[in-house]
């Protein structure tokens, strides 16, 4: 490498990491409004919720790599067009495409960081952030929040297929009106058991009702009706979250061989699943991010010096909100069908390249 192309990375590479630490905290100050202090105002562990913060770093840096690049080149290119270093270097004879070169190879190792971060640690510290919430939850049902009447109740699924699903949870974690269906694939529940309250037992899985009826069921008439006093009921890899949705993991989430093999299902039952499909393509060009916005910050780094503009710390802000929120908008009409999957997922990098594009060949009529 060249020492100018050297010199353009050592220009770029501070910022990176000061853009990229600004996003981990900006990411963690949202947690906290979201997170953090509704479950320690409930009462959940310390420990527990410092484990779901720092699990959810890997996707905030995962995210944010392509992001803080496209911030630090604007940034990095702008100081060294304002202080006429670019102006230096083409006047001893360096062409302005050199400066794609040490951006865009370094955008390339972005690329595979970001890759191989979504896929080999992102997706593992998903799936221990279920198991943290499922402790919280077990740990101290409150932190549910199911106390004021105009949510919805809870559904838990542990690992036999059951649905439990909780009415209220009082303060001291108390459950109210507790329904437990035992599912069978494709029939008719086999098993359906009520409880006026329940407690989950500390430091346990079990969960204790009292005041309840078991009622069992044969190509879906009752068969037989026991009431009881007080039981209890093991309730293993209880499946949780804290805003009702359920647990189950977001194809984004899936590791890439599962994700393929259930998209090929799809396609060979012809079914449309646009969450499924946009999350594969997601998975391949959130990375290639990095790609497409280095050749349009270098692009317009280019234009601008060309154009006599300057651009500054504001402008390198409002480009990379106006990213995000076109990342944001696209990624949820793909999930939803409004676009195809795959026009959802490439739509942001297409519009910045040819954005890109359109700068250079501006740049080149002047």
Same mark, same amino acid.
């Given at each position: 490498?060249?020492?100018?192309?050297?010199?353009?990375?050592?220009?770029? %590479?501070?910022?990176? /990491?000061?853009? $990229?630490? =600004?996003?981990?905290? #900006?990411?963690?100050?949202? !947690?906290? @409004?979201? *997170?953090?202090?509704?479950?320690?105002?409930?009462?959940?562990?310390?420990?527990?919720?410092?484990?779901?913060?720092?699990?959810?770093?890997?996707?905030?840096?995962?995210?944010?790599?392509?992001?803080?690049?496209?911030?630090?080149?604007?940034?990095?290119?702008?100081?060294?067009?304002?202080?006429?270093?670019?102006?230096?270097?083409?006047?001893?004879?360096?062409?302005?495409?050199? %400066?794609?070169?040490? /951006?865009?190879? $370094?955008? =390339?190792?972005?690329? #595979?960081?970001?890759?191989? !971060?979504? @896929?080999? *640690?992102?997706?593992?510290?998903?799936?221990?952030?279920?198991?943290?919430?499922?402790?919280?939850?077990?740990?101290?049902?409150?932190?549910?929040?199911?106390?004021?009447?105009?949510?919805?109740?809870?559904?838990?699924?542990?690992?036999?297929?059951?649905?439990?699903?909780?009415?209220?949870?009082?303060?001291?974690?108390?459950?109210?009106?507790?329904?437990?269906?035992?599912?069978?694939?494709?029939?008719?529940?086999?098993?359906?058991?009520?409880?006026?309250?329940?407690?989950l037992r500390p430091g346990s899985n079990v969960l204790e009702?009292?005041?309840?009826?078991?009622?069992?069921?044969?190509?879906?008439?009752?068969?037989t009706v026991l009431t009881f006093e007080t039981g209890t009921?093991?309730?293993?890899?209880?499946?949780?979250?804290?805003?009702?949705?359920?647990?189950?993991?977001?194809?984004?989430?899936?590791?890439?061989?599962?994700?393929?093999?259930?998209?090929?299902?799809?396609?060979?039952?012809?079914?449309?699943?646009?969450?499924?499909?946009?999350?594969?393509?997601?998975?391949?060009?959130?990375?290639?991010?990095?790609?497409?916005?280095?050749?349009?910050?270098?692009?317009?780094?280019?234009?601008?010096?060309?154009?006599?503009?300057?651009?500054?710390?504001?402008?390198?802000?409002?480009?990379?909100?106006?990213?995000?929120?076109?990342?944001?908008?696209?990624?949820?009409?793909?999930?939803?069908?409004?676009?195809?999957?795959?026009?959802?997922?490439?739509?942001?990098?297409?519009?910045?390249?040819?954005?890109?594009?359109?700068?250079?060949?501006?740049?080149?009529?002047?």
């Amino acid at each position: 490498m060249k020492r100018f192309e050297r010199y353009v990375i050592e220009e770029i %590479l501070p910022p990176l /990491v000061g853009a $990229l630490l =600004a996003i981990i905290l #900006l990411l963690l100050l949202l !947690l906290l @409004e979201e *997170v953090i202090a509704p479950l320690l105002a409930k009462g959940a562990s310390g420990l527990l919720v410092a484990r779901l913060v720092a699990l959810s770093l890997p996707e905030a840096v995962a995210l944010g790599l392509p992001i803080a690049l496209m911030f630090a080149t604007l940034l990095g290119l702008s100081r060294l067009a304002a202080d006429s270093e670019i102006k230096a270097a083409l006047a001893s004879g360096v062409p302005a495409s050199r %400066l794609f070169r040490p /951006v865009l190879t $370094l955008a =390339a190792g972005v690329t #595979l960081a970001a890759f191989a !971060l979504n @896929e080999g *640690v992102v997706t593992r510290a998903r799936v221990q952030a279920q198991s943290v919430q499922r402790e919280i939850v077990l740990d101290n049902p409150r932190v549910i929040g199911l106390g004021d009447p105009s949510q919805p109740g809870l559904v838990l699924r542990d690992a036999l297929g059951r649905a439990i699903n909780v009415g209220e949870v009082r303060p001291g974690g108390e459950l109210r009106d507790l329904r437990i269906v035992t599912m069978q694939a494709g029939l008719p529940p086999r098993e359906v058991i009520t409880a006026r309250e329940g407690r989950l037992r500390p430091g346990s899985n079990v969960l204790e009702l009292e005041g309840g009826r078991r009622i069992t069921f044969e190509n879906g008439r009752p068969v037989t009706v026991l009431t009881f006093e007080t039981g209890t009921l093991p309730v293993q890899d209880v499946q949780a979250s804290f805003d009702g949705s359920g647990a189950a993991l977001q194809p984004f989430y899936l590791p890439l061989p599962e994700l393929l093999a259930r998209t090929g299902a799809y396609r060979a039952q012809n079914v449309a699943a646009p969450a499924d499909f946009t999350a594969l393509y997601r998975k391949f060009t959130e990375p290639l991010a990095a790609l497409a916005l280095a050749f349009f910050a270098v692009s317009l780094a280019v234009y601008t010096f060309r154009s006599g503009l300057n651009l500054g710390l504001v402008w390198a802000l409002l480009l990379t909100f106006a990213y995000y929120a076109t990342w944001s908008v696209f990624k949820v009409m793909g999930e939803n069908g409004a676009v195809p999957p795959l026009l959802a997922a490439a739509a942001p990098n297409l519009i910045a390249v040819l954005a890109g594009v359109g700068l250079l060949w501006r740049a080149g009529r002047r």
